[in-house]
């Protein structure tokens, strides 16, 4: 692998990571606002007291991590593609490589 192609890789990788963490901080708060117009009130957490109800719990807990790893996968995607499209500009013919 030439110096180039490692640094190419490494930049997807810290580009997908940024990607993905931005879209999951911004779908557990996008949920949290619906859960709260939903329900009147703000999702429950893990240190909360124990006045939510265990279903109410397991709810949040299933939705939020369900979305959550879905918008990550679909981040993952997508900075995927869009590496492999910038990489492949670099090396068109007639481009300085």
């Known amino acids: 692998m030439s110096d ?31 859960w709260k117009k939903a329900s009147g009130h703000e999702p ?7 006045d939510s109800r265990l279903g109410e719990v397991i709810a949040a807990a299933a939705i939020t991590s369900g979305v959550v790893a879905l918008a990550r996968v679909l981040a993952a995607r997508g900075t995927a593609r869009f590496s492999k499209r910038v990489n492949d500009g670099r090396h068109l013919p007639g481009k300085n490589a």
């Open 4 to 34: 180039q192609e490692e640094n190419e890789s490494t930049l997807a990788k810290i580009t997908g990571l940024v990607v993905a963490g931005a879209v999951a901080w911004a779908a557990q708060k996008a949920l949290g606002a619906i």
């Open 44 to 50: 429950p957490k893990p240190e909360d007291p124990g």
